[in-house]
């Protein structure tokens, strides 16, 4: 008896699909640039900020207080996939609330985060 069923919309569909997988919040297999929630938040003495490259880049994080003002810049060359730039609370200088941005040549993302005493 041969098969006479149809294919599964998965089995007939041809073709690369663009899947992102997630575990705990990092990208493990992405289609683009993503910026996550700095981990921990608030924080206290150091705190991580992870995003993930499509591509091997250079990135530049910039971190402004409450009232727009430039108080930390750190750059670097990464890997494509997960990436994490690590902040001191030395390299602050500031408590409250605070907003990061990392940027790539051809990408931008922002987000914002609390440094408590």
Partial sequence: VGN???PSSA???AGKLDIA???DGKTIAGVGFELYQNQPNPFVNQTM???HLPAATSATLTVFDETGRL???QKGDFAKGYNV???DR???GTTGALWYRVETSKDSAARTMIQTK
Wanted: glycine share 4%; proline share 0%.
């Fill in 4 to 6: 006479t069923e149809r």
């Fill in 11 to 13: 089995e007939a569909t």
């Fill in 21 to 23: 997988l997630r575990f």
């Fill in 49 to 51: 900020i992870g995003f």
């Fill in 71 to 73: 108080i930390h810049t």
């Fill in 85 to 87: 730039f690590m902040i």
């Fill in 90 to 92: 030395q390299l602050i």
